[in-house]
């Protein structure tokens, strides 16, 4: 039964494939059982419920869930097309938004309206999963409606153009434009490409960015900074300078008879008292650290 659910061509990681291990030895419940379990939620989730109908709707719960973890593999197994050339989302992700949707059916379902809980969970964790798919799909997180519109136009047929597309997605002109637009800034543009200029060779995107400024402070600078705050926070300025110069945060806490724990406060607390009394401080911070 384990190799049924192992993935397919994605890498997975030894916590994936102990979870798959996991989900493959759960047993399966009958509908008479899970329609017991799912009364014993919804008498829990009554106002009136009393402290044994909610633990017993708390145990149901958990059993209801782990027994349908194999649906969860089997709905998340088709998405695993949707990401091969994803560099954010792994098969593990999948896995994650299918649970909380199996966790939400759960939590929702009602056996009294006659349908089967596979049926009624399926869409929950199918939708949970395409949720998690388009809200990491892209540099810029668009709205379920761009999605939609997105999946729709990629199977419009070619010939559409302005109007009769606007038509075809049932959207306004204008807002297809506006559609269009913002479809085309989600992908982003790569520093690495070719600005086409006549006659030469193409520059690239990066070659024509502007460098950062470079607001670091020169050593003299520094030391000036340091001048003041000894005149300022003395002792701020010493503990920090104890651990710059190579003390361990052990042998520091020792020789100020406090622990490793208080001396992470004081040193926050220390850099604190520094940026108040000196703002510009924030150079000679990074130095120290």
């Not at 060779?201 to 030391?223: I, K, M, V, Y």
Request: aromatic fraction near 4%; include cysteine; hydrophobic fraction near 40%.
């Amino acid at each position: 039964m384990t190799s049924s659910l192992r993935s397919p061509s994605e890498p997975t990681r030894d916590s994936t494939g102990g979870w798959l291990k996991s989900a493959s030895r759960n047993p399966v419940a009958s509908q008479a059982l899970i329609i017991t379990r799912a009364q014993q939620i919804r008498a829990g989730q009554a106002p009136g419920a009393t402290p044994a109908q909610r633990r017993a709707a708390a145990r149901a719960r958990r059993q209801l869930i782990k027994e349908n973890l194999r649906l969860v593999v089997c709905i998340a197994r088709p998405f695993c097309s949707r990401i091969q050339r994803s560099q954010v989302l792994e098969f593990a992700d999948l896995l994650q938004a299918g649970s909380i949707g199996l966790i939400r059916a759960v939590e929702k379902f009602d056996p009294a309206r006659g349908y089967t809980f596979s049926t009624y969970a399926t869409w929950w964790i199918r939708q949970s999963i395409r949720r998690e798919i388009e809200a990491n799909d892209g540099l810029i997180r668009l709205s379920a409606r761009l999605h939609q519109l997105k999946l729709k136009l990629h199977y419009a047929p070619q010939h559409l153009r302005g109007e009769a597309l606007a038509r075809y997605l049932d959207v306004e002109p204008q807002q297809l434009q506006d559609v269009l637009a913002t479809l085309q800034l989600s992908h982003g543009v790569s520093v690495d490409r070719p600005i086409d200029q006549d006659g030469g060779d193409g520059l690239a995107l990066a070659d024509c960015l502007a460098a950062p400024e470079d607001h670091s402070l020169t050593l003299q600078e520094l030391e000036q900074a340091a001048q003041r705050l000894r005149g300022r926070a003395p002792e701020e300025l010493a503990l920090l300078d104890r651990l710059a110069r190579g003390e361990t945060e052990s042998a520091l806490a020792r020789s100020l008879g406090i622990t490793r724990q208080a001396l992470h406060r004081r040193v926050e607390k220390s850099r604190q008292r520094l940026r108040l009394v000196e703002p510009d401080s924030r150079h000679l911070l990074e130095a120290l650290a």
